[in-house]
């Protein structure tokens, strides 16, 4: 009935728009990468700004979804909601940080995770690499039993070594760092 909802659904259901938003995650994780140790201010700015500029895309699209799915279309979808989260996690972290002044390390380290996991959008629009994903996923309890060999094998190196080598002297070979004078030492040398 509404002309301008059936218009922004045919906007948000269009494959171009997806297209676009899955360039934007793309290009807003390669920036989240361009962070490096001594890095100049206008690097930094740069990236802030960049970053700034995506959150406002990312929310214009949610709020563009909301409107054309309603809220009740719009949370059925799971990839909707992690959506949601990961906006409006985002503009908390930035609310945060500019009416306190302070950047929140936990919390915006845990915001950009979340903005990075949104590469698995990225799964649904590519047909192969869904079935790649599907092939990993079930494969995930026998990787479980392997690890649990494997976590077997070094408790039982470690004790071993540990009732081998704790009374040698340290030297070149074995030192401060690399010993086994005890378990935890012996299952980090193992490693």
Not at 81 to 89: C, K, L, N, R, S
Request: with cysteine.
């Amino acid at each position: 009935e509404d002309q301008m909802r059936r218009n922004v659904w045919h906007l948000v259901m269009s494959t171009r728009f997806e297209w676009t938003i899955m360039g934007c995650i793309v290009i807003n994780t390669l920036t989240m990468g361009i962070r490096t140790f001594g890095q100049s201010n206008d690097v930094t700015l740069a990236v802030e700004y960049m970053n700034y500029c995506f959150a406002i895309i990312f929310t214009v699209e949610a709020i563009l979804k909301i409107y054309a799915l309603n809220p009740k279309g719009y949370f059925r979808e799971g990839w909707n909601m992690f959506d949601f989260v990961v906006v409006v996690a985002t503009l908390a972290g930035y609310a945060i940080k500019i009416v306190t002044g302070l950047s929140i390390g936990s919390m915006a380290t845990v915001v950009r995770g979340f903005r990075i996991a949104r590469l698995f959008r990225l799964i649904r629009g590519a047909p192969k690499l869904r079935e790649l994903v599907n092939t990993i996923i079930l494969t995930l309890p026998a990787l479980g039993n392997i690890s649990g060999v494997l976590a077997m094998l070094f408790f039982i190196y470690a004790v071993m070594g540990v009732q081998l080598f704790s009374s040698v002297k340290l030297g070149e070979s074995l030192n401060a760092q690399a010993n086994f004078q005890n378990f935890w030492d012996a299952v980090l040398l193992l490693m």
